[in-house]
């Protein structure tokens, strides 16, 4: 017969246990509405910049823009590439996408150029679960769908506000999210594991130098970062620091994206393309003889 000692004893077992699995779900799961909601209200607007890398080319450059209000968050996300030595030498894509306050997915439009388009892919949430989209590839009859998702689907480039800022990210754990990636045209479980902390030197000001016409850093700033290496969706991949902004990423291909200033970004790419433009016209040139 079991005591009154016995009961007492196997009800605090069974509450232990049950705190056990709730750390463990808050620990595996971590994209909660309840959490997502609280990392939000922490989100910062402004811009970051990129130049885009080809390994020590810059090719390009790409800016990440995020803007609050109470009806919910937006997000646009620019990339251009210019390689002269890439398979694909011209490549444009352009991202707008509407959140809620909670930062689920509740529209966008992803565009692609250059030597990769056009394509162009529009969703809206009818439902907290179904996601209408509208797909043109070229000059085709667009192409209508309706795809199920998860109630709390976020956008690729939105995880790291969710995890950076839901909690402090810590090297080794593991986090798992319900994504739409633009790029197959599916939602997707990406599982990501942040596998290292370190601090890198950002350039976030930049002067003009008179000798040469171009942009060079005037001030840095340190930041500390942590990487995050996925399993799945690559576009969810590289370093990011507290507040949820990427350091540095390589979304696609081998193409490297660090964040620098606006000038150091886009002022020198379009300097660089000037250049190579003048050099080409110069070298297709007839000469009289």
Same mark, same amino acid.
């Given at each position: 017969?079991?005591?009154?000692?016995?009961?007492?004893?196997?009800?605090?077992?069974?509450?232990?246990?049950?705190?056990?699995?709730?750390? *463990?779900?808050?620990?595996?799961?971590?994209?909660?509405?309840?959490?997502?909601?609280?990392?939000?209200?922490?989100?910062?607007?402004? !811009?970051?910049?990129?130049?885009?890398?080809?390994?020590?080319? =810059?090719?390009?450059?790409?800016?990440?823009?995020? @803007?609050?209000?109470?009806?919910?968050?937006?997000?646009?996300?620019?990339?251009?590439? @210019?390689?002269?030595?890439?398979?694909?030498?011209?490549?444009?894509?352009?991202? =707008?996408?509407?959140?809620?306050?909670?930062?689920?997915?509740?529209?966008?439009?992803?565009?692609?150029?250059? @030597?990769?388009?056009?394509?162009?892919?529009?969703?809206?949430?009818?439902?907290?679960?179904?996601?209408?989209?509208?797909? !043109?590839?070229?000059?085709?009859?667009?192409? !209508?769908?309706?795809?199920?998702?998860?109630?709390?689907?976020?956008?690729?480039?939105?995880?790291?506000?969710?995890? %950076?800022?839901?909690?402090?990210?810590?090297?080794?754990?593991?986090?798992?999210?319900?994504?739409?990636?633009?790029?197959?045209?599916?939602?997707?479980?990406?599982?990501?594991?942040?596998?290292?902390?370190?601090?890198?030197?950002?350039?976030?000001? %930049?002067?003009?130098?008179?000798?040469?016409?171009?942009?060079?850093?005037?001030?840095?700033?340190?930041? =500390?970062?942590? =990487?995050?290496?996925?399993?799945?969706?690559?576009?969810?991949?590289?370093?990011?620091? *507290?507040?949820?902004?990427?350091?540095?990423?390589?979304?696609?291909?081998?193409?490297?994206?660090?964040?620098?200033?606006?000038?150091? *970004?886009?002022?020198?790419?379009?300097?660089?393309?000037?250049?190579?433009?003048?050099?080409?016209? *110069?070298?297709?040139?007839?000469?009289?003889?």
């Amino acid at each position: 017969m079991l005591t009154r000692r016995d009961s007492l004893g196997g009800a605090i077992i069974f509450l232990w246990l049950v705190g056990l699995a709730l750390l *463990a779900r808050r620990e595996l799961f971590v994209a909660e509405p309840e959490q997502l909601l609280e990392a939000a209200l922490l989100v910062v607007p402004g !811009t970051a910049y990129y130049e885009v890398m080809s390994g020590d080319e =810059r090719v390009g450059w790409a800016s990440a823009s995020i @803007d609050t209000s109470r009806s919910g968050i937006s997000v646009r996300d620019v990339m251009v590439i @210019d390689a002269p030595d890439s398979a694909a030498k011209r490549f444009a894509a352009r991202a =707008r996408v509407t959140l809620t306050p909670g930062l689920r997915l509740t529209g966008f439009t992803f565009e692609l150029g250059g @030597d990769h388009g056009p394509y162009r892919v529009s969703g809206k949430m009818s439902e907290d679960t179904v996601l209408q989209l509208i797909t !043109t590839t070229g000059k085709s009859r667009a192409d !209508t769908a309706r795809t199920p998702v998860r109630r709390a689907v976020l956008w690729p480039t939105t995880v790291p506000l969710a995890l %950076a800022l839901a909690d402090r990210p810590k090297v080794g754990r593991t986090y798992r999210y319900a994504i739409y990636d633009p790029t197959t045209g599916a939602p997707e479980d990406v599982q990501l594991q942040v596998g290292a902390e370190s601090l890198f030197v950002v350039p976030d000001s %930049a002067k003009r130098d008179e000798t040469s016409g171009r942009w060079i850093m005037a001030h840095e700033d340190t930041v =500390r970062g942590w =990487r995050l290496d996925p399993q799945g969706s690559t576009l969810v991949s590289g370093w990011i620091d *507290a507040r949820g902004r990427a350091i540095e990423t390589r979304p696609i291909g081998t193409f490297t994206l660090r964040r620098t200033a606006y000038e150091l *970004a886009f002022q020198n790419w379009t300097l660089d393309a000037k250049r190579r433009a003048a050099g080409t016209r *110069a070298h297709h040139t007839p000469t009289n003889h």
